[in-house]
Every structure is written in C-alpha cells, then in structure tokens.
C-alpha cells in the first residue's frame, strides 16, 4: 500500500482536512469500500474528495486518491509487519503495541484494527507499504511468517480476527510458535472444527479421538457443537501434557500423530516390521526402513507455505524439480529429492525434509524479487521465476524495437505491422505459467485454432472479464473459482501466432463485453 503526503486545504470541500489529508496510490484489490472501512470514512466521502471517481465500483490500479479527515486507526492487511505500518503513519512499534496491547510485535492478523497513537505526523512515501503475498514469508525483518498465507486460513470462516488472536496467546503459553498450531489443526482438519474422520470418529480441529475426548472431560458431539474458538479450549488443554516438547514444529505434529511428542527431526517413530511403519510406508522418503519425526512432518511444514502442491510448483520455478506431473500435491520421495537438490544448491544441511528453514529459503526471493528485480533476465520480458504474470504491477508490455512487432490499438502486438489488437502480449518461454489476474470465475477453456489457439475465460466482478490466449496448457475447468495469482495454464504458441512462432501470452480485458485497454488496469 502507498500512502503519500497531502498538503490538502480545504478549498471548499467539507472531507478534506490540512492537519489529517492523505493520498493513497490504488493497488491490486483495492475497492473503495475497503479503503473507506481502512481509513476510518465513509464510501461516499471518499467520492466526494475525489471529484474524477465517476463510478465508485471502478477504481484502477496506480489511481491515486485523497483520504479525507484521515482516522486515527488502520486495518491490518494480508502481510502487513508492526514495523511497516508504523513506519507508514509515523510512529514506532513500541508505541502501537502500548496503544493496542500487543504481546508479540512479530504477530499481528488480517482484519485486526489498530489504534495510531499520539498526533498525526507526516506520513512517510513509500514504495510499497505492504509485503508481497508470497507463500509463507514477510518482508519484514521481524522473521514472521504471513499467517495469511499458512494453508486454510486465508478466506476459513472459522478464522477470524478473535480465533488467530487466541491461537497467538496460546501457543505464548504453550512455549510453541502459532504458525505450527495452525499448521497442524490446518493438515488434520482444515482448520474446520467440526471436520469427523468416517473411520475412526475422531473429530475437530486436531482430530479428537472420541477416547482423547473423553480424557479430556468432553466428548466428540460436544465438539462438534462448538465454534473454532471454543474448540481452542480442549486444543490447548491435549498440549499442555507436552510442556517444553512443543519448540518445534515435529514436536507439535507428533503430539497429534502419536501420542508421544518428539521435537528432534532425526527422532525415530516407526520402525520396519510393525504395523505403524506399514501404515505410513509412504513417509520412509530415504528407505532406510524407519519413519523419523521430520519425514512424518514435512508435508506438514508445506503448510506453512500455501501447501503440498504450492511448494512443489515452487521447486519447478526455482530448477529443483521439473515435469508436468510433478506439481500433484503429494508429498513422497520425489519432492524429497526435490528439496534435497535445493538444499545444496543452498547450502543448507541437506536432509530431503521440509522443515521452517528451508522453506523460509524456498520462498525468500518471492517476497523480494519482482519483475524489475536483477535478476538477470531481459528487462522487456515479464518472466520472473518461470511465470508470465499478466498481474497488476507486474507486467510490462513488450518493447515495439523488437523485430516483428508492432504497435496495436492497445498494446503491442506479436504479428508484425500496425493492426487492431485487443491486448497486449507478454513474452514468455513456452510452458511458463500463467496466473490468473484477479479472482473470478472460470467461464470458458476454449479452442480457436485460426485465432486465440488454446485460450481461458475468467469473468470476474464488475462486469470484467479476462482472456489468456495462444496457451500450450490449460488446468483449470469450466465452472472452477480461481484467485489472483493462481496458475490457470502455461504459456504457448497455439491459434493463429506470427510468422515468428515466438511463444507467448495474449492477455485481454473486457468489460461488459466491450475490449478495454488492459493498462487501465494493469
């Protein structure tokens, strides 16, 4: 988020305020009534302080707007750290956490509203307020994860603002990290606390056994009828049998898998012979005929960083890993091969287990990284780790010296010579993905073999529509809820391509049926 200095006098306009003013630059995902709802207004204030919004569900990124009679509180956003936003509203991390009773700096949630404290002070332009919404990790130099981002948390009902505190000043008495609490409620239940195992009966947010239930003074239909945050209680009351053992995330997993937490990773759980190890033969990633505590758990710490298949797509943008099949959400000895090869590249103690660090390592560079990064790669190209992203702020249209192109109606085109083109088309290898613009509906996977060649339809809200052609693979279906950022297929050179055959995307906007220049949005 951008948030400029306004000089701003009042000029006759009853929102606006010299001592409190402020100019915010749109970013992806913004709407009005969310920024109303963030900065303390009402919609049509904002309106009113900006005389150039003539339709109030259409605002575009890079737009800048006034902030009138600014409020002395803010909403925390997806990735936002303690240190930035004071830095944005000119304070300190010690005074918002006075102002707002804050335990733990490193941990504040998506939704929580906090107080500024002391006089308004000149805000400070950035060149972006909030972090990247990479998988797992901050920009901050706090070291916290994004909670967000922790699978099954972002858009669960049942995690609201109240639960994430909770789970916060839990894991505080716990001697544990909230990140492993939800990590572990997210692979047992999705973090639904009335999610019931049909085989054994074992119920909740950790997956009671109705015996576990009983010994805890409740019973499984007890939990079942309870909210995610009631359910917390009797979380809290299992683990703290495992006072001191609950440091890591292995120990924290193998609480709930066995009954016996074990913290140390090289920790053997099942052995070759018995039945547990037969169970879970799949975990033995080394084949060494034992199941350890950091083999049992890695799928588990994926969940810190959006997930099984999401690290594996990961390890292909980065060159650990290659196939289309790879990405299958399935965590056995080929991604621990995978994360092996990373982890020397690394230079990270290599154990072909998924743990905090390497993850942390996998990721890092998504949070930093953008397309103008130097990062080596061509500046005109919009290939940054292996994706096109015909997202806001990171595309940058094709560069019209480039022999074969030409300038369309919109944007440059890929055929050669002046011509009506309804896009713009973003250079990219064949195969690399392409993500979704925002999230939406998909309403078309369609052939056009003497036009679009393989191409998407994604209707999103508004009337807006977006088209992603000449693609080589689509995996996503007629029907399916996309969100931004989400591969929905790969780049390719199908349909109708120049004489050139250069791969590519043609990335297109509609709104209410009628082709708009997609700069206006990008």
Not at 142 to 167: H, K, Y
Not at 358 to 383: K, M, N, Q, Y
Request: with cysteine; hydrophobic share 35%.
């Amino acid at each position: 988020m951008r948030i400029d200095n306004a000089s701003a006098t009042s000029n006759g306009n009853p929102f606006a305020s010299a001592s409190a003013a402020a100019r915010h630059t749109v970013e992806h995902g913004d709407t009005l009534s969310e920024l109303a709802s963030r900065f303390g207004v009402t919609t049509e204030a904002l309106v009113a302080a900006n005389p150039d919004i003539v339709n109030p569900d259409l605002i575009y990124v890079g737009q800048r707007l006034t902030i009138p009679d600014a409020t002395r509180e803010v909403t925390v956003r997806p990735g936002d750290t303690l240190s930035e936003i004071a830095e944005r509203h000119g304070t300190s991390v010690q005074a918002l956490q006075a102002a707002n009773d804050i335990a733990n700096p490193n941990l504040i949630y998506p939704g929580d509203r906090l107080r500024l404290p002391g006089q308004p002070q000149a805000v400070a332009s950035t060149d972006g307020g909030s972090s990247s919404n990479a998988p797992g990790v901050s920009s901050g130099d706090s070291g916290a994860l994004n909670v967000d981002c922790i699978q099954n948390v972002r858009g669960n009902p049942n995690v609201t603002p109240a639960f994430l505190r909770e789970v916060n000043a839990m894991a505080q008495r716990l001697g544990t990290k909230p990140e492993y609490l939800l990590a572990v409620m997210s692979f047992e239940s999705g973090l639904n606390p009335k999610a019931v195992n049909g085989d054994s009966g074992a119920t909740g947010l950790i997956q009671f056994l109705p015996s576990t239930a009983r010994g805890l003074g409740t019973s499984t239909g007890a939990l079942r009828a309870m909210s995610a945050q009631e359910q917390l209680r009797y979380v809290e009351k299992y683990f703290q049998q495992y006072e001191g053992k609950l440091n890591t995330l292995e120990g924290v997993y193998t609480a709930v898998l066995s009954g016996t937490a074990r913290p140390d990773p090289n920790t053997t759980l099942f052995s070759s012979g018995t039945a547990a190890y037969s169970q879970n033969r799949g975990l033995d990633f080394n084949a060494d005929g034992r199941i350890t505590s950091g083999e049992a758990t890695s799928a588990v710490a994926s969940r810190m960083f959006g997930g099984v298949e999401a690290v594996q797509e990961r390890f292909v943008q980065v060159g650990a890993a290659s196939g289309a099949n790879f990405a299958d959400g399935s965590f056995g000895p080929q991604t621990s091969a995978a994360i092996r090869r990373f982890q020397q590249d690394e230079g990270l103690p290599v154990t072909g287990l998924l743990d905090e660090r390497t993850g942390r390592a996998l990721f890092a560079d998504a949070a930093s990284a953008g397309p103008d990064a130097d990062d080596g790669t061509d500046p005109s190209s919009t290939v940054t780790n292996g994706q096109a992203w015909p997202v806001p702020g990171h595309t940058q249209i094709n560069r019209a010296d480039k022999a074969g192109e030409g300038e369309g109606e919109f944007g440059t085109s890929r055929g050669g010579g002046s011509r009506s083109h309804k896009g713009i088309d973003i250079e990219a290898p064949t195969g690399s993905r392409v993500a979704a613009f925002r999230d939406g509906r998909v309403t078309g996977v369609d052939q056009d073999p003497s036009g679009y060649g393989l191409f998407i339809t994604v209707q999103h809200a508004n009337g807006l529509e977006t088209r992603y052609a000449h693609l080589s693979g689509a995996n996503v279906n007629v029907g399916d809820s996309v969100t931004a950022g989400q591969a929905i297929g790969t780049v390719g050179r199908s349909g109708n391509t120049p004489s050139t055959g250069d791969a590519h995307l043609h990335f297109e906007t509609r709104l209410n049926g009628t082709a708009v220049d997609p700069s206006r949005y990008l």
